[in-house]
Nanobody
Framework: QVKLLESGGGTVQTGTSLRLSCVDSGNMSTLNYRGWFRQAPGKQREGVAAIYTPGGSPYYPSGKKGRFTISRPYGKATVYLDIDNVSPEDSAMYYC?????????????????WGQGTQVIVSS
């Protein structure tokens, strides 16, 4: 059974940095793609970053490149999302997802499995 478990959320102050983690378990042999999404209250879920876990350049949609960094250390079952210089606009539930194909447009439908999310609140 595939499981994704996010952690690292909480309440942080504007201007600080934050690292979110996503640990996977189960049969991940064909699930070589990971993505991070976020959903703020009253808004649609949006993709933040994606990565091909065996290696390769990460993908960031327009507007997300620069402050967001997705990484997957070699040999680890953990994908990280680093967020620099957070602002209240970054407050959201952050979700990790796994899929078997490259998410060219970073859509929810590109992924097969989802974690429960970790809440981030940025105070001003």
């Amino acid at each position: 059974q595939v499981k994704l478990l996010e952690s690292g959320g909480g309440t942080v102050q504007t201007g600080t940095s934050l690292r979110l983690s996503c640990v996977d378990s189960g049969n991940m042999s064909t699930l070589n793609y990971r993505g991070w999404f976020r959903q703020a209250p009253g808004k649609q879920r949006e993709g933040v970053a994606a990565i091909y876990t065996p290696g390769g350049s990460p993908y960031y949609p327009s507007g997300k490149k620069g402050r967001f960094t997705i990484s997957r250390p070699y040999g680890k079952a953990t994908v990280y999302l680093d967020i620099d210089n957070v602002s209240p606009e970054d407050s959201a539930m952050y979700y990790c997802a796994a899929g078997h194909k490259w998410p060219a447009l970073l859509r929810e439908s590109d992924f097969d499995y989802w974690g429960q999310g970790t809440q981030v609140i940025v105070s001003s």
